[in-house]
């Protein structure tokens, strides 16, 4: 279920963040489709609370500082280590593919950091895309790490729809997937989700949290290389937790 007004409010943020400039009331109408009603209360609500202000002091509206305190309080409260970042940009400049942090969102994963393939053919992907839990690597690799009584609840409740023919359909065929993927060594998915892309994804524990790195790229790159990079990208992430857990180890 959608709610409106909250979804109103952050398709705002977002037009904000590609505009990157003021807007007057009537612009953002007209860009966004609202009613100018609607409009003023969204953008008044904001104005009263400091998360937009008028930066000429008249007609154009714009977000305040006060939104990027914020992201930064929460970012910071639940720091992810450095090294991790640094992993996937080397990981990301060594196989020329899109590689990204994914963390769990309900019946989804969400992309909590990318580093996108140079290439002109690539997998694109940006911070905050949802990706289906049961039917993606990243997602089988998060769901990997869950307690039984918790994935089952959740696959549950998951609806087994077909975003293309390798999709999977049922919560055994996930279960089984997983299982294979844990014996392998890294979870694979091959157009489950996204037409003509290969996926590879590792579990990532870390600090408490259930997380997986991700590679995405078409399939005509991928598919040739997934062993070989599932073996080299596997002993670098295991390496990582060891490195972390040793440091994290009292004494």
């Not at 007609?59 to 305190?69: A, D, H, T």
């Not at 905050?128 to 049961?134: E, F, N, T």
């Not at 408490?208 to 992430?237: C, D, N």
Request: hydrophobic share 45%.
């Amino acid at each position: 279920m959608v709610v409106r007004q909250a979804a109103n409010v952050l398709e705002l943020i977002e037009y904000f963040s590609q505009r990157l400039r003021p807007a007057t009331l009537s612009e953002i109408s007209d860009d966004l489709g609202w009613p100018r009603s609607s409009t003023f209360n969204i953008v008044d609500t904001l104005l009263q609370r400091g998360y937009i202000y008028t930066p000429d002091g008249r007609f154009g509206y714009y977000p305040s500082p006060r939104l990027q305190l914020l992201a930064d309080a929460i970012t910071s409260a639940a720091p992810i280590p450095a090294r991790v970042y640094e992993l996937i940009a080397s990981l990301a400049e060594e196989t020329g593919e899109t590689v990204s942090l994914a963390a769990p969102a309900g019946l989804n994963v969400t992309l909590v950091h990318v580093v996108e393939s140079k290439s002109v053919i690539r997998y694109s992907a940006a911070v905050g895309k949802l990706l289906p839990i049961h039917t993606t690597a990243a997602g089988r690799a998060v769901l990997s790490q869950m307690p039984a009584a918790t994935r089952d609840a959740l696959l549950a409740k998951v609806s087994f729809t077909a975003y293309q023919p390798n999709s999977l359909m049922s919560r055994q065929a996930v279960l089984e997937e997983i299982e294979i993927s844990l014996s392998r060594g890294w979870f694979q998915a091959n157009t489950e989700f996204t037409p003509d892309v290969c996926g590879l994804a590792f579990v990532l524990p870390i600090m408490g949290r259930k997380m997986s790195v991700a590679i995405g790229g078409p399939s005509f790159r991928m598919q040739p290389r997934m062993h070989e990079l599932g073996t080299s990208v596997k002993r670098r992430v295991d390496l990582l937790l060891a490195e972390i857990e040793a440091e994290e180890r009292p004494g």
